[in-house]
């Protein structure tokens, strides 16, 4: 199989390489998704294919997860000041979250051997204040 995963998030949609003749791939490909306050209800959706030169790809799996899950994990602000800490710069260690692939019943590779994916994700928060020195025309 040369896998490849299809993975979309609202109206964005990424797509990894692909890994040729593979049955235990390894993507090691980072995504950075900006959830906006609306998007936080929103479904990841990861669809794993197997590329083909000849013919259209095929399907292998699907899997999905709900983005509040990862959310749970974001830093929380400080109560008395709003302000979250030094570790809340995305410096902290990545989580690692596995999600069974489901797979089509009639396939028979698939049905000996439950396939799962593994991916690992940081939260974090980006915010950037500044102050500047206005230039003044003297
Ligand atoms: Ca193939």
Same mark, same amino acid.
């Given at each position: 199989?040369?896998?490849?995963?299809? =993975?979309?998030? @609202?109206?964005?949609? +990424?797509?990894?390489? =692909? =890994?040729?003749?593979?049955?235990? /791939?390894?993507?090691?490909?980072?995504? *950075? &998704?900006?959830?906006?306050?609306?998007?936080?209800? +929103?479904?990841? %959706? $990861?669809?794993? $294919?197997?590329?083909?030169? *000849?013919?259209?790809?095929?399907?292998? @799996?699907?899997?999905?997860?709900?983005?509040?899950?990862? $959310?749970? !994990?974001? /830093?929380?602000?400080? /109560?008395?000041?709003? $302000?979250?800490?030094? !570790?809340?710069?995305?410096?902290?260690?990545?989580?690692? &979250? %596995? *999600?069974?692939?489901?797979?089509?019943?009639?396939? /028979?590779?698939?049905?000996?051997?439950?396939?799962? =994916?593994? +991916?690992?994700?940081?939260?974090?928060?980006?915010?950037? *204040?500044?102050?500047? !020195?206005?230039?003044?025309?003297?």
């Amino acid at each position: 199989m040369d896998p490849f995963v299809v =993975i979309s998030f @609202g109206k964005k949609v +990424f797509r990894t390489r =692909i =890994i040729r003749h593979s049955l235990n /791939p390894v993507w090691d490909e980072k995504l *950075l &998704f900006h959830v906006r306050e609306y998007e936080s209800a +929103f479904k990841v %959706q $990861l669809t794993v $294919l197997d590329w083909d030169k *000849l013919s259209s790809n095929d399907h292998v @799996g699907d899997a999905s997860f709900m983005v509040s899950e990862l $959310l749970a !994990d974001a /830093p929380q602000p400080d /109560p008395v000041t709003g $302000l979250y800490d030094d !570790d809340a710069d995305g410096k902290h260690p990545m989580k690692e &979250f %596995q *999600l069974p692939l489901s797979t089509g019943k009639e396939m /028979p590779w698939e049905a000996k051997h439950a396939p799962a =994916i593994t +991916f690992r994700y940081v939260v974090f928060i980006v915010l950037m *204040l500044s102050i500047h !020195d206005r230039v003044v025309d003297t």
